[in-house]
């Protein structure tokens, strides 16, 4: 029964991820939480299926993908990682986390109230890529949960759906390979994580397609409301985690 809902949970998180481009980790690492599935393993089971279900999605969409920009936000990640690893050895991660979500409930109600009192775009150097890179290192080290920060600063630089899309999965796929290779380095991978990903990748090719299909059906200014939704959510799940 556990594995049946183990397998449930991840391909509603591999949806999610397929329909907005991100999210998968902050929903399905407190629900396998719920159902007292090992943290280990689900952290090494989340992150290989983000990889998996990003390329497809960075395919579908590298004509939308700022490769300079990509470059700026993979070196500020990999200057992030060990930053992301120091807080959880070293810091209080429950305390920043939950700085977290309070940061991204404001930002999301904040930004829903702005659609309807529209701003400029603020005119950010590209050099605050990196800053965003390192944040998103930083979160996704210590709570695999690097793709908001790349959210947040996409709406913050107005990326039209597409390109936010297209540069979060491009990123996904280079910062989760190394993730998924310090992963199976650090000896985080067993025999479950193998059998549930023989069973769940062929379940993909329904799920992928299907949420390809669900994102195509929302336009623009929909999207944008959406993400904004969602981020507000997340930010409730970051405050009530642990």
Same mark, same amino acid.
């Given at each position: 029964m556990?594995?049946?809902?183990?397998?449930?949970?991840?391909?509603?998180?591999?949806?999610m991820?397929?329909?907005?481009?991100?999210? /998968?980790?902050?929903v399905?690492?407190?629900?396998?939480?719920?159902?007292?599935?090992d943290?280990?393993?689900s952290?090494?089971l989340?992150?290989?299926? #983000?990889l998996?279900?990003?390329?497809p999605?960075?395919?579908?969409?590298?004509? %939308?993908?700022?490769?300079?920009?990509?470059?700026?936000?993979?070196?500020?990640?990999?200057? #992030?990682?060990p930053?992301g690893?120091?807080?959880i050895?070293? &810091?209080?991660?429950?305390?920043?986390?939950?700085i977290?979500? +309070?940061?991204?409930?404001?930002y999301?109600?904040?930004?829903l109230?702005a659609?309807? %009192?529209?701003?400029p775009?603020l005119?950010?150097?590209?050099?605050?890529?990196?800053?965003a890179?390192i944040?998103? &290192?930083i979160?996704g080290?210590?709570?695999?949960s %690097?793709?908001?920060?790349?959210?947040?600063?996409?709406?913050?630089?107005?990326?039209d759906?597409?390109?936010?899309?297209?540069?979060l999965?491009?990123h996904?796929?280079c910062?989760g390979?190394?993730v998924v290779?310090?992963?199976l380095?650090?000896g +985080?991978?067993?025999?479950?994580v193998v059998?549930?990903?023989? @069973?769940? @990748?062929?379940?993909?090719?329904?799920?992928?397609?299907?949420g390809?299909?669900?994102?195509s059906?929302?336009?623009? /200014? %929909?999207?944008t409301?959406?993400?904004f939704?969602?981020?507000?959510?997340?930010g409730?799940i970051?405050?009530?985690?642990?």
């Amino acid at each position: 029964m556990t594995y049946f809902l183990v397998i449930i949970i991840t391909l509603f998180g591999a949806l999610m991820r397929t329909v907005f481009g991100f999210g /998968e980790a902050l929903v399905t690492m407190p629900l396998l939480a719920l159902i007292a599935f090992d943290l280990q393993t689900s952290t090494a089971l989340i992150g290989a299926l #983000g990889l998996l279900v990003a390329i497809p999605v960075a395919i579908k969409y590298r004509q %939308h993908i700022d490769l300079q920009t990509l470059k700026r936000l993979v070196l500020g990640s990999i200057l #992030g990682i060990p930053l992301g690893i120091l807080i959880i050895k070293l &810091g209080s991660p429950i305390i920043i986390m939950k700085i977290l979500g +309070m940061f991204i409930i404001l930002y999301g109600s904040y930004n829903l109230y702005a659609l309807k %009192h529209p701003r400029p775009a603020l005119n950010l150097s590209n050099r605050y890529d990196y800053l965003a890179g390192i944040i998103s &290192g930083i979160l996704g080290a210590s709570f695999n949960s %690097h793709g908001v920060p790349i959210v947040v600063y996409g709406t913050i630089k107005k990326w039209d759906s597409d390109k936010l899309r297209g540069i979060l999965q491009g990123h996904f796929v280079c910062v989760g390979t190394l993730v998924v290779l310090s992963q199976l380095g650090s000896g +985080m991978w067993n025999m479950t994580v193998v059998k549930l990903l023989a @069973i769940i @990748i062929p379940l993909l090719f329904i799920v992928v397609p299907f949420g390809n299909w669900v994102g195509s059906k929302i336009d623009s /200014e %929909h999207f944008t409301k959406y993400v904004f939704g969602i981020l507000i959510l997340f930010g409730f799940i970051l405050l009530i985690k642990n």
